[in-house]
């Protein structure tokens, strides 16, 4: 079983940035995506963005150019990071981070980023 464990988000003004972190249980298997879903009250799950083992990233439409995702290298191979900038209250949501191995998804626990205008 992995686990996720994220970190990061917070309450920021508009405009504003913040980090989220999220490190996989694992460091023996290489997870072969990971990325970052969110979820506003209301609304459906959403892709943000993804990046696989190889570095191949994905994002949403709505928030290319101003969000930036990252994975780490070696023994950090399983940790995913993501930059947001410029950040809009419509990007208020809770962030989920995620991985895929094996054809299974894992999640965080989900993380809380409010912007506020």
């Known amino acids: 079983q992995v686990q996720l464990v994220e970190s990061g988000g917070g309450l920021v003004q508009a405009g504003g940035s913040l980090r989220l972190s999220c490190a996989a249980s694992?460091?023996?298997?290489?997870?072969?995506?990971m990325g970052w879903y969110r979820q506003a009250p209301g609304k459906q799950r959403e892709l943000v963005a993804s990046?696989?083992?190889?570095?191949?990233?994905?994002?949403a439409v709505s928030v290319k150019d101003r969000i930036t995702i990252s994975r780490g290298r070696g023994v950090a191979k399983n940790t995913v990071s993501l930059q947001m900038d410029l950040l809009k209250p419509e990007d208020t949501a809770v962030y989920y981070c995620?991985?895929?191995?094996?054809?299974?998804?894992?999640w965080g626990q989900g993380t809380q980023v409010t912007v506020s205008s």
């Open positions: 995620n991985a895929v191995w094996q054809n299974t998804n894992y």
């Open positions: 694992t460091r023996i298997f290489t997870m072969e995506t």
């Open positions: 990046i696989t083992n190889d570095g191949s990233t994905n994002y």
